[in-house]
């Protein structure tokens, strides 16, 4: 199996590397952002150079989006590689109902599907009041994947996958497909003598019943189908 892997936190990232550990079996083709560029969407760049670096075997940085991370693997860097996964992740952060609008890491997947790839954006769901474990991440990154691998996928669809943060000691979470939840974030502002400062507060957004937000703040692994 080949896959190629991207995000949008940069190609340094922990949830990259633990992406890419959970992934370990099959051929990986590393194509993602030289720095950290989030909450981008799905910007391209066409009107000026791309800079692409070398940072190992088959590791390649980008100077530029996850959009463009995609584009530059299979029309530059394997134009004759056909990936069975294109895979972004995992997102340091969820990308829970109308994030998948604003998230770098879901427009990668979204790219790749337009090209007829099949796709999976996995992000992780982060509280203030718990530490890191980027190894049950990997894990349950794992899980999804083996699981969504045997699952029918579309044309013109792709998989977003939301996983939860959880206590040590808390069971191993459930997978559930969920209809992604369409509540606008809540949005606010400081003002400043000169700027205004966002204030939302992302732990506090509004779920709907039974959607990927509720599920996955709720403790379990959120899986949507994303239809084009």
């Not at 530059?72 to 590689?81: E, G, H, N, S, T």
């Not at 952060?93 to 609008?101: A, E, K, R």
Request: glycine content about 8%.
């Amino acid at each position: 199996m080949k896959i190629l892997l991207t995000n949008d936190d940069g190609i340094q990232a922990d949830g990259l590397f633990h992406l890419q550990q959970a992934l370990k079996d099959a051929e990986i083709h590393v194509v993602a952002p030289a720095e950290h560029v989030s909450e981008c969407s799905h910007r391209i760049t066409t009107r000026m150079p791309i800079r692409v670096e070398a940072r190992g075997q088959r590791r390649w940085a980008v100077h530029g989006s996850p959009a463009d991370c995609v584009r530059v693997a299979i029309k530059y860097l394997y134009p004759k590689i056909h990936f069975d996964w294109v895979v972004a992740g995992i997102n340091e952060g969820g990308n829970l109902g109308v994030d998948i609008f604003y998230s770098g890491t879901v427009a990668a997947v979204r790219e790749a599907t337009l090209h007829g790839y099949r796709g999976m954006a996995f992000s992780h769901y982060m509280r203030r009041d718990l530490p890191r474990d980027w190894d049950a991440a990997s894990l349950r990154a794992r899980r999804a994947f083996e699981y969504l691998s045997d699952q029918p996928l579309e044309a013109l669809s792709f998989w977003n996958i939301n996983l939860p943060h959880l206590e040590s000691q808390a069971p191993e979470p459930e997978i559930r497909s969920c209809k992604p939840c369409l509540l606008p974030l809540p949005v606010g502002y400081e003002a400043t003598d000169a700027d205004l400062i966002y204030r939302g507060s992302y732990a506090d957004r509004p779920r709907s019943k039974d959607s990927d937000t509720e599920w996955c703040f709720g403790g379990g692994i959120s899986i949507s189908k994303i239809q084009l």
